[in-house]
């Protein structure tokens, strides 16, 4: 069974930096699009980034130039760099892959269980 472990959310004041990283755990086969989500309160669900498996990246346009997400795909890890952080960055981060459950098969979406990311002086 994969799972998403997500870590390095927390509290930064407003202009600071936080680093996010989501490594997939288990038995699968390859792994497609990776990307990040979030979900501020009385908000829906939305996209922040996504990183193909050759590294070519999307980005919202409420983050582009301040966030920066990349993969290690030897490590079946993806990361999230969050600099220049504002308050209405505050969210639940939720990390996303494409990942074929054994080679073969087809591809499903996985979710990570979610870190929380407060800016907030």
């Known amino acids: 069974q994969v799972q998403l472990v997500e870590s390095g959310g927390g509290l930064v004041q407003p202009g600071g930096s936080l680093r996010l990283s989501c490594t997939a755990s288990g038995r699968f086969g390859n792994i497609a699009d990776m990307g990040w989500y979030r979900q501020a309160p009385g908000k829906e669900r939305e996209l922040v980034a996504t990183v193909t498996r050759p590294g070519t990246t999307n980005y919202a346009d409420s983050v582009k130039g301040r966030f920066t997400i990349s993969r290690d795909n030897a490590k079946n890890t993806v990361y999230l760099q969050m600099n220049s952080l504002k308050p209405e960055d505050t969210a639940v981060y939720y990390c996303?892959?494409?990942?074929?459950?054994?080679?073969?098969?087809?591809?499903?979406?996985?979710w990570g269980q979610g870190t929380q990311v407060t800016v907030s002086s």
């Open positions: 996303n892959a494409q990942i074929q459950p054994f080679y073969g098969a087809k591809y499903i979406q996985k």
